[in-house]
């Protein structure tokens, strides 16, 4: 396999360069799995319920916590996954993008499977945005008990406030603030790789858990009920999907040294210096992490937990806005409002609704849950099974588009599935705990995506079916107008072939038309980035042209920076103060009668009223729009 995928930039620059760009990958992409050694241990050891803390089951925990992140992270993510760049970006919406157009639709033109996978692995996504940050805050503040117990009172009231002044702070946006992850996720790796090792030397034969003879030994001790134990060692992992998600953030050479020298050994330092704690203090087993240290030292340690955690938080919530905002423009969610933050950093955005549903759903699962131990029981299956998904779509990524031989691409799946399906067995066992919680979100989700990708579907086959031909709209149109009036009339369409709806509409009822019209199509690209001169103009006459633009699914849609590049490259004589936006308003029937059936339609005109309005969503002047009304039964 090549060092890097054709589609992606290198991004080797200089040491000075890649070590910033490893300092900020310390605080943006490793918060979530860096925060993990907070509460992964203490639900190792109970994973069936019973407290555990022989010398078997430490070390046979410890061994499948080390080769779990080896084989997951090391070697399925940072050596192949992240090989499978969208031109630099990553993500599972990224991957999607990479297989055959056969795989991503159907041949009826519907949604297709691989397409069906990737929505529900976005929706998964969701799920985990959604507990990581509960329980991370959660966990952290459950460290003033273990100096205290006078304390336990405010933990709750502490996280929720916590909770509250994070989300209340995402609408500034991350640009001031970045640069103060990176050192602060710095001090963080050392300090628990510090701990770690002083509790190493204090039993150095802890050591011995390195050796996969110890895990193979636990579930040769426990039978097929030492299975469970993986629905609580994959809080190991949780957070690998970021580092492929975040990988256009910061390229892959510097992910990959982060993690190789200062992530991971910080991480296995203090796992096994857990471990090592365990072994010789079992009653440390509530609370493995902060029983490390004590006195005011411990207070520290919270505060700095709590710092840890906030940052693993925002790259979580931070990641949902990014997959938001993908969604939106590659058609599987309404849309909602996307405030950039950043003038420099067009991926800096801010999405209002899915903050604030994000932060009621947080704060409703740490009160409801009440606990880190038990809110561990509804984290997982969203992980895992998105690591599934992952495996497959890159399976078809190696197959199809790399055109490796069959009998290596599938050996690849192998070994990814012999580690992802494991886990994903065991966390489904958690299901009554509380692991309903990202099933029955990722549930609505996908419906939610699937109903909308399918509604806009059929309204365009729909509206194709009911608008002539653009030729037969050209030769009827001097006999369906009274009049042309002066000014310029830009009509929005998806189509960048037909005829607008709201332009049929417009002449038939007004039976008149301005001297100018502009057909404006936006077409958003399976890839993050379109080139600013992705674009093209066409006269069809009788005063009226097509103009075509391309936008990559990362990439800003409003409408005056496009058409001024429009109007000074083809040297278009438009003044924009001056012209009327014209846009469709479509009502839905939803009866019996259409396709998509009564219950389907009801939802999809349900998203369709609460969606963002073109007009915002554009960013189009509103003083300056018109709405032409539709009903239509899908």
Avoid at 11 to 35: E, K, P, Y
Avoid at 41 to 55: I, K, M, N, S, T
Avoid at 362 to 368: F, T
Wanted: glycine residues 8%; charged residues 15%.
């Amino acid at each position: 396999m090549p060092a890097d995928s054709p589609t992606s930039p290198r991004r080797d620059g200089g040491n000075g360069q890649l070590s910033r760009l490893a300092l900020g990958a310390l605080g943006i992409v490793f918060g979530d799995i860096g925060t993990s050694p907070l509460y992964t241990l203490h639900e190792c050891v109970r994973f069936d319920g019973a407290l555990r803390v022989e010398p078997v089951d430490v070390l046979g925990v410890l061994s499948l916590v080390f080769w779990s992140l080896t084989m997951v992270v090391t070697v399925k993510y940072l050596t192949f996954i992240m090989r499978a760049d969208n031109h630099g970006e990553g993500g599972i919406f990224a991957l999607l993008a990479l297989i055959p157009r056969r795989m991503r639709t159907a041949r009826s033109g519907s949604i297709g499977w691989a397409a069906v996978l990737v929505v529900i692995g976005a929706a998964l996504l969701y799920g985990d945005g959604m507990i990581t940050p509960a329980i991370s805050v959660l966990s952290a503040m459950e460290g003033l008990e273990v100096v205290t117990p006078a304390l336990k009172p405010v933990v709750l009231p502490l996280t929720c406030a916590v909770l509250v002044g994070l989300f209340a702070l995402q609408s500034r946006g991350t640009g001031k603030v970045g640069a103060l992850f990176g050192p602060v996720m710095l001090v963080w790796f050392v300090t628990i790789g510090i701990l770690g090792v002083s509790q190493i030397v204090r039993h150095p034969s802890v050591l011995a858990a390195l050796d996969p003879m110890y895990a193979e030994r636990f579930f040769a001790a426990h039978g097929a009920r030492g299975t469970l134990v993986l629905g609580a060692v994959v809080l190991a992992v949780t957070g690998g999907e970021a580092l492929y998600a975040d990988m256009g953030h910061f390229g892959a050479r510097p992910i990959r040294l982060a993690w190789l020298w200062l992530v991971m050994p910080a991480l296995v330092l203090n796992y096994m210096g857990q471990g090592a704690l365990l072994l010789i203090d079992p009653s440390a087993a509530e609370s493995p992490f902060f029983a490390m240290v004590s006195g005011r030292w411990a207070i520290a340690l919270v505060v700095l937990a709590a710092a840890a955690t906030v940052i693993a938080s925002q790259a979580l919530i931070s990641g949902a806005f990014s997959l938001t905002h993908q969604a939106i423009q590659l058609g599987y969610f309404p849309r909602v409002t996307v405030r950039h933050t950043s003038k420099e950093a067009e991926g800096q955005i801010y999405v209002p609704e899915i903050n604030w549903t994000l932060a009621v759903a947080c704060i409703a699962l740490v009160l409801g849950f009440r606990a880190s131990s038990r809110l561990a029981a509804a984290y997982g299956i969203a992980v895992t099974g998105t690591m599934v998904i992952t495996s497959l779509i890159y399976f078809e990524v190696t197959r199809c588009t790399w055109r490796w031989p069959t009998w290596r691409s599938v050996s690849l799946l192998v070994l990814f599935l012999s580690f992802d399906v494991p886990f994903f067995v065991a966390n489904l066992f958690k299901f009554a705990d509380g692991g309903y919680v990202p099933v029955l979100v990722a549930a609505a989700l996908t419906a939610v995506m699937i109903t909308w990708n399918r509604g806009r579907r059929i309204y365009a086959a729909r509206a194709a079916t009911i608008a002539p031909p653009c030729a037969a709209f050209l030769a009827e149109l001097p006999s369906k107008l009274d009049a042309r009036i002066p000014g310029c009339g830009i009509f929005l369409t998806g189509s960048v072939t037909g005829v607008p709806l709201s332009l049929v509409h417009y002449v038939s009822r007004i039976r008149s038309l301005p001297e100018s019209v502009v057909l404006l199509t936006i077409e958003i690209m399976h890839q993050p980035h379109a080139s600013e001169d992705a674009m093209t103009f066409e006269p069809l006459g009788a005063g009226i042209c097509r103009l075509s633009i391309e936008r990559g699914f990362m990439d800003s849609s409003h409408v005056t920076p496009l058409l001024e590049r429009a109007i000074a490259r083809f040297k278009i004589p438009l003044d924009l103060q001056h012209v009327t936006y014209c846009l469709g308003r479509e009502t839905f029937l939803a009866t019996s009668a259409g396709s998509m059936g009564a219950v389907s339609e009801s939802l999809f005109a349900f998203l369709v009223r609460n969606a963002r309005s073109a007009t915002a969503h554009f960013d189009i002047p509103p003083e300056q729009v018109i709405e032409i009304g539709v009903q239509i039964d899908l």
